[in-house]
């Protein structure tokens, strides 16, 4: 039996998802600048240049493809000794070197990754909707959910190609499949100076429908006639089957729920679109004497610490209204065509500073953001080993701060 999504009723929509609903603190910056330019023209000439070269390489792609500016950090690792600062030894570093050594990256580093989670507190989601900007003008439409959706997400992958999962995507209300193999096309990051918090600007493409169609369509048929979801459900339970032919083609990694709520901009130009996301635990075997596989998935442990597995995070982005509209040319495209947009049109519509624009507004008042207990990430949160704690019992324990 297929059960539907229930519909969004109060209007603070992340209300009582997780404990600890508090409202994070304030940022200590104002949101007026001391200058009389926010952004600088410096900044702007940069990003638009930067967006205009990284849209230049999608008017080929064939497939949907999405453009958006990605709240999140930036994570830099593997540096040599001598390039970072440490204490009072100081190492300034020129940006353009900077630049191309995190751009042109050897064997040996340096690397750069991004992570997208920014609280497990659904308070501190709804401090961001209520964000406002210049002229202290709310940013978003905050008590209208311009729409949301739910959505059931599996990923398995191939045994014989492990580098690239593919996705299943199920739609709590009308039950239809998509297949979407997340491909990254390109990447802008915005460094927030003395912020908490940075922004990517990211191009991810979800590959060509015909193309999944055929090389998956039967592992999302599979999935999507045998779903079962139990009648008035308080909490994510999923069931499905697999023949052991599939069973035998494809391995389960993961299964998340995807709540997604999106709010029009004032100035209806951008949308910010908020994701709850909720990982299940997964569990299954081969039935006795029938030629197919039972899984199931549903919500783990919640005493276990958030450092040993996330269960319940949110994300959130910024894109284009005018933007989402062009790039769904993308999606009909045949082999050897192009879009009917050009990048002159896509600055037309000033598709980039639909993306930064709110998103730097954001970023200089959502330091709190994130800020309980290091976001569950506190190494001290996490349960100790056994043998450890057979130690602890027999001395006292030595503490470092």
Not at 59 to 86: N, T
Not at 140 to 168: G, H, Q, S
Not at 204 to 216: F, P, T
Not at 357 to 381: C, F, I, T, W
Request: charged content about 25%; aromatic content about 10%; hydrophobic content about 35%.
């Amino acid at each position: 039996m297929n059960q539907r999504a229930p519909k969004p009723t109060k209007l603070n929509h992340f209300a009582g998802r997780l404990e600890r609903p508090f409202s994070p603190p304030k940022s200590t910056t104002s949101s007026k600048s001391n200058s009389l330019t926010d952004p600088l023209p410096d900044f702007i000439e940069e990003i638009n240049q930067s967006f205009k070269e990284l849209m230049t390489g999608l008017r080929g792609y064939r497939g949907k493809v999405v453009v958006q500016a990605e709240f999140g950090r930036i994570i830099l690792g593997r540096f040599h000794p001598k390039q970072l600062s440490v204490g009072s030894k100081e190492h300034l570093l020129d940006g353009a070197y900077l630049q191309k050594i995190l751009l042109e990256p050897t064997e040996y580093g340096p690397t750069v990754d991004f992570t997208s989670v920014l609280t497990a507190v659904p308070a501190e989601i709804q401090y961001m909707v209520n964000l406002k900007g210049k002229g202290d003008q709310n940013l978003w439409e905050m008590n209208k959910v311009a729409k949301w959706n739910t959505t059931y997400e599996f990923v398995f992958t191939d045994p014989r190609d492990p580098l690239y999962p593919v996705m299943i995507e199920i739609d709590a209300e009308t039950f239809i499949a998509q297949i979407k193999a997340r491909c990254r096309l390109g990447n802008l990051f915005i460094h927030g100076t003395k912020r908490h918090w940075d922004v990517k600007v990211a191009a991810i493409g979800y590959g060509n429908n015909r193309a999944l169609e055929d090389k998956y369509g039967d592992l999302a048929t599979a999935i999507q006639s045998s779903l079962y979801i139990p009648p008035s459900s308080h909490r994510p339970y999923l069931a499905w089957q697999l023949d052991e032919s599939l069973q035998t083609k494809f391995v389960i990694q993961e299964v998340t729920v995807h709540r997604v709520y999106e709010y029009k901009s004032t100035d209806q130009k951008s949308i910010l679109k908020v994701s709850e996301i909720q990982s299940l635990d997964i569990d299954g075997g081969p039935v006795m004497e029938q030629p197919f596989w039972i899984y199931e998935a549903k919500p783990g442990n919640p005493e276990r610490a958030p450092i040993e597995k996330l269960t319940t995070w949110y994300e959130a982005c910024v894109s284009s209204v005018q933007l989402d509209v062009s790039l769904k040319q993308n999606e009909s495209l045949d082999f050897g065509d192009e879009t009917a947009w050009t990048l002159e049109d896509i600055a037309n519509i000033e598709a980039s500073k639909a993306l930064y624009s709110p998103a730097l507004e954001m970023l200089k008042l959502m330091d709190g953001v994130g800020q309980h207990s290091h976001n569950g990430s506190d190494y001290r949160s996490r349960a100790p080993a056994e043998h450890v704690m057979q130690a602890q019992a027999t001395r006292n324990p030595v503490v470092w701060w």
